[in-house]
């Protein structure tokens, strides 16, 4: 049972037909003379085909480079020297621009002195420490003799050898002498702490060179990477720093980077094969219609579905040699998604469109026209996939459409390219 748009284009259909039929009837009508009736008009005509083809699709795309590396710049200063030409190839390491060195350079003679003083002084410190460690030991050997005087004389003045004003001066003698060595201990301790403190001087110091030494270098700016280098954001003369927008940027071209998007539907059919993906074999179309000699394979899908958009960025890869590609190009990026069996094919000429409704005339076996309604589908070079309408093997009009009528008899002329 039709559908109700069925309806309606199956009656568009009739109308058509109907009112070219009494416009063709009316003009034969008034120029039919007694000579008899004309000749059937030539038309050209090809065969419906049916055959497999590939299931083809494009996507809009963008170019990138592979690495892009934005020279920025890491220290402060007027800008002296660009070393490079804009759109040549830089290679890894290579000086791109320089920046006055000289305050930098006057911080680093600065950092080493202080390193020098902050050495100096543990020299000093480790000097001091040998010195109260010298003072240790003899008033430690002073007072073990002490201790053995005060020994010595305790018993002998139990004996009253010696009096007691002898053994009182022995044992202060040996109680000063206790004093000056914990004094020389606490010397040493002393010493030591300093010697702690100076090294850790000379290690910051050693670490104010070595950051002055790096941002020293951070005035000459190099690349990062081989690539091309592009046009500079800056000119010599002005002043840069940290803050500043990149001065340049680098880019890696072999292979460069396609970006296109999918819709989110399309993309799941993509993935449905064991291989997804990874089976496409890329072809790109460049801004002027012609297309890139080489193909592309798929590299990556990105991280997300892009909510607002319902679509998701997928990114090819294609050889570059020459780096003849340049990131920002526009290009369409085509690929084969499938194969589809049994397809039937007319050349597009041969199909009308009648306000949103498809017409195709057809020469029946005995040579006389029939308009019938058809349903297409993708468009495959210069032929029509129809979906409906027609049969393998049936002859199609492809030019002299004016002459025709619906049951009009004419005289088929093979088109010599028929349907591909």
Request: hydrophobic share 40%.
């Amino acid at each position: 049972m039709k559908s109700q748009s069925q309806n309606r284009m199956t009656m568009l259909v009739a109308a058509l037909l109907l009112g070219i039929a009494t416009l063709i009837t009316a003009g034969c009508a008034g120029n039919s003379t007694a000579a008899g009736s004309p000749p059937p008009p030539d038309v050209e005509i090809a065969t419906v085909q049916q055959k497999d083809i590939p299931i083809e699709r494009e996507w809009i795309g963008t170019l990138n480079g592979m690495v892009n590396a934005a020279i920025k710049a890491q220290a402060t200063g007027y800008l002296l020297t660009q070393n490079y030409a804009e759109g040549s190839f830089v290679r890894k390491g290579q000086l791109l621009f320089e920046i006055d060195p000289r305050p930098l350079q006057a911080a680093l003679d600065q950092a080493m002195g202080q390193l020098a003083q902050a050495t100096a002084q543990t020299a000093q410190a480790k000097a001091g420490l040998v010195q109260a460690q010298a003072q240790l030991l003899s008033a430690e050997a002073n007072q073990r003799k002490a201790q053995m005087d005060e020994d010595r004389y305790v018993p002998l003045a139990r004996q009253q050898a010696i009096t007691q004003q002898d053994l009182d001066n022995a044992k202060q003698t040996n109680q000063s002498l206790q004093a000056q060595v914990a004094a020389s201990q606490a010397q040493v301790e002393t010493a030591k702490a300093q010697i702690e403190a100076a090294q850790a001087g000379v290690t910051a110091a050693a670490a104010a060179v070595q950051t002055a030494k790096v941002n020293l270098e951070f005035t000459k700016l190099t690349s990062p990477i081989d690539g091309i280098a592009g046009a500079a954001t800056v000119q010599v003369g002005n002043l840069v720093g940290p803050s500043s927008n990149a001065i340049t940027t680098v880019s890696t071209l072999d292979p460069i980077k396609a970006n296109f998007t999918v819709g989110e539907q399309e993309y799941i059919g993509l993935t449905r094969s064991d291989s997804g993906l990874h089976r496409l074999q890329l072809e790109m179309i460049l801004a002027d219609g012609s297309v890139y000699p080489r193909k592309g394979r798929f590299s990556f899908a990105d991280r997300e579905v892009n909510p607002s958009t319902g679509a998701i960025q997928l990114t090819g890869l294609f050889p570059n040699p020459g780096n003849k590609l340049r990131p920002g190009q526009y290009a369409k990026v085509r690929a084969t998604i499938g194969v589809r069996a049994g397809a039937l094919l007319v050349p597009q000429r041969s199909v009308t469109d009648t306000q949103g409704a498809y017409l195709v005339a057809v020469v029946d076996p005995n040579n006389t026209i029939r308009f019938t309604p058809v349903k297409v589908g993708d468009r495959i070079g210069s032929d029509w996939v129809i979906e409906e309408g027609l049969k393998p093997g049936e002859r199609v009009v492809t030019d002299g459409l004016f002459k025709i009528r619906p049951g009009v008899l004419v005289n088929p002329l093979v088109n010599s390219k028929g349907a591909k």
